[in-house]
């Protein structure tokens, strides 16, 4: 049987990166009323199913898949979690 | 000229500079469609404004993999003078020919209208028609043109006089509220360490003919011909 593994990638703004969206965010939040909100991010997320690999070969390969594609580490970093 | 116009799935600016080329050179420029790795040689290659692949993912992050960026990589690296417009220019950062990046705009709203431009650099095949220190007029239609790069590249940038226009006032001063999307240190195109590859967000083929308001970016492709033809 086809073995099946998912990999999820969070993908976030540097430290020092201006995030406009997040800020409105931050600013709608206010606005309903939800109080004690120090600062709001906004980031993405995205799920790859991988086949017939082992973990490691597959945080390599979604590693690579981040720096080449997923990601530009100019402002943003990124961390994987692997599920199989 | 030979020039090449690179067409994306989602360009919308390409038949502007087509027009642009043609009126400028007197020769039809190649267009050029993505997918097609083999480029013919040319002079000048020009990586037009639109939506390739609708912004999927971040602005031109999809583009700068297709099977022709690849090319322009090579040329740009080899010193084929490369123009990158727009999401031209987003993918010239995309694919690391130019430095920083594009982020969306700080007040989070599409800009569409015509800004002003200090000319900061005139050794270049693009701007030696301009003045040093004039103030162009041009339009600027984009989501993402708020130029980021950490502070070693900007001083970098400045430093080796690769800003080739920054945002101003008509009287030419440089402040915030000229500044139309948040770009570091109103950054509105920058060079390559070798000069080039100029990546810029306003569109100067939307300002070559008095039929469209004025001839300011008209000068920029007059510019090209001439510098290409003596070379």
Redesign the interface.
């Known amino acids: 049987m086809q073995k099946l593994m998912k990999a999820r990638v969070h993908i976030t703004l540097k430290n020092g ?2 995030d ?2 997040g800020k ?1 965010i931050e600013n709608a939040l206010g606005g309903l009323g939800f109080d004690g909100i120090s600062e709001v991010r906004q980031g993405k997320y995205i799920e790859i199913v991988l086949e017939n690999v082992s973990p490691a070969a597959a945080q390599a390969s979604v590693e690579s898949m981040c720096e ?3 990601a ?1 580490t ?2 943003e970093n990124y961390e994987i979690d692997l599920e199989a | 000229m030979k020039a090449a116009v690179i067409v994306s799935p989602g360009s919308n600016c390409d038949r502007d500079v087509q027009v642009a080329i043609r009126q400028s050179a007197g020769t039809e420029p190649i267009m050029h469609w993505h997918g097609d790795p083999e480029l013919p040689n040319v002079d000048l290659i020009v990586v037009p404004g639109g939506f390739s692949y609708g912004d999927y993912l971040r602005a031109g992050a999809m583009a700068a993999h297709s099977p022709v960026i690849r090319e322009v990589v090579t040329r740009a690296e080899s010193g084929v003078p490369v123009l990158g417009i727009c999401n031209g220019f987003q993918i010239l950062t995309e694919c690391d020919v130019l430095p920083g990046v594009l982020m969306p705009n700080a007040g989070l709203k599409f800009v569409c209208r015509d800004v002003n431009l200090r000319v900061e650099v005139t050794d270049t095949i693009f701007t030696c028609n301009y003045r040093s220190g004039q103030t162009i007029r041009i339009p600027v239609a984009h989501n993402e043109g708020n130029y980021f790069a950490d502070k070693a590249t900007l001083d970098r940038l400045e430093g080796e006089n690769q800003i080739a226009f920054r945002y101003c006032t008509t009287d030419g001063e440089i402040n915030p509220h000229a500044n139309p999307n948040g770009a570091a240190r109103n950054i509105a195109g920058i060079l390559s360490k070798n000069r080039n590859v100029l990546g810029m967000m306003p569109h100067p083929e939307r300002m070559a003919d008095p039929a469209l308001g004025g001839t300011d970016g008209r000068l920029m492709f007059d510019a090209v011909v001439k510098a290409l033809a003596i070379a």
């Open positions: 990166v201006l406009p969206q409105a080449k594609l997923l530009n100019v402002i």
